[in-house]
């Protein structure tokens, strides 16, 4: 018993240490003195809002700053995709925890881009008098259309990637949860043993270890699905600006 109570014990230090270095983190991000009071007082973790229902479109996915970034290097190619915009990208929706995953999402995009690309690399051939200008603009045109397509693929993985992590991880906090009310009630078991003299005291104890270890593994999974929906926003980049921006 004096070995399981130090060990518990040993691990408040540790969290203690994590909470506040959190708490410093976000006071200077809203721009506070690290010890600032900020008034948290929630004994829980929030709950989470059903998943944003605002899809990917052009619009969303031309929020990030690495595909707008990744569009103002080729507009700087200087070869004429005035008239390709970067929100030419196709609307696709959220749905669920399925996303915007289906089976002809691969042929979508691909069509998207094929179109995309023909429009900017066109004025190219079209327009060039030299062939080895065209060449040089070509072989230029194409490496910044690449590494556009590469950015906008990454943007995708990205929200794919905080889809699938909040999906499966819902199905393991489910998981846990069944196994800590089996754990419960196997305590519960040891303790009604223990009061009619057919166990020791030892296996009770040896119950509690198991049920406050699986307690401590729902609240670390129930953050990091909290951390994973953090990341689903931030590949989305983000929708709260729009929100406190009336005119954007």
Do not use: C, M
Not at 214 to 227: F, T, W
């Amino acid at each position: 018993q004096e070995q399981i109570v130090a060990a518990t014990e040993s691990l408040i230090p540790v969290l203690e240490s994590e909470l506040e270095t959190v708490r410093h983190e976000l006071a200077v991000l809203l721009g506070r003195p690290p010890r600032a009071d900020l008034g948290l007082s929630a004994d829980a973790l929030p709950d989470r809002n059903p998943l944003p229902g605002l899809g990917l479109p052009s619009e969303l996915i031309g929020k990030r700053p690495d595909i707008r970034a990744a569009f103002s290097r080729l507009e700087s190619a200087d070869w004429g995709v005035s008239a390709a915009r970067a929100n030419r990208l196709p609307a696709i929706t959220l749905a669920g925890s399925a996303g915007y995953r289906s089976g002809d999402f691969s042929d979508l995009f691909n069509n998207w881009f094929a179109a995309f690309a023909g429009g900017l690399l066109a004025p190219l051939i079209d327009g060039g008098s030299r062939s080895a200008e065209v060449d040089r603009s070509r072989a230029a045109a194409e490496e910044q259309l690449a590494a556009y397509r590469e950015t906008v693929l990454q943007a995708l993985r990205e929200v794919e990637n905080a889809l699938v992590r909040e999906e499966k991880q819902a199905d393991y906090i489910a998981g846990l949860r069944r196994q800590l009310t089996a754990a419960e009630n196997a305590l519960g078991q040891a303790r009604l043993r223990f009061r009619k003299g057919e166990i020791e005291y030892l296996d009770v104890l040896s119950s509690l270890n198991s049920t406050q270890s699986l307690e401590r593994e729902l609240l670390i999974a129930e953050r990091d699905i909290l951390r994973y929906r953090v990341a689903l926003y931030r590949a989305l980049a983000g929708s709260w600006g729009e929100e406190e921006d009336g005119d954007r």
